[in-house]
């Protein structure tokens, strides 16, 4: 059996190969992904690795930057707006709604 990895970050990857390298703090914005990423029972704990096989990297690469978005603003009352391009709308719902964030 492998052993768990320690690395402070994790790798996010896209349905179509791009990998995205996030602190795992950032990670762990998201039920779905602390789950998996946070226990030795899960091949994505032991690897450190997390494949999100239902979305492109345009797509990943948007849920990484609200990942680390949502950790910069965390404890502030006023957020600036992120900036969300309309043609994204729908997927982003759909990756919000799987990653409980």
Not at 6 to 32: K, L, N, Q
Request: hydrophobic share 40%.
């Amino acid at each position: 059996m492998a052993q768990p990895t320690d690395s402070e970050f994790v790798t996010i990857v896209s349905d179509d190969g791009f990998e995205f390298i996030i602190p795992r703090s950032t990670a762990y914005v998201s039920e779905t992904l602390r789950i998996p990423l946070s226990s030795t029972n899960f091949p994505e704990g032991r690897e450190g690795r997390f494949v999100l096989k239902d979305f492109s990297g345009v797509i990943v690469e948007k849920i990484c930057e609200y990942l680390c978005y949502n950790e910069k603003h965390k404890d502030q009352v006023n957020v600036p707006d992120m900036d969300i391009p309309p043609e994204l709308c729908l997927e982003l719902l759909m990756a919000a709604d799987f990653l409980n964030t």
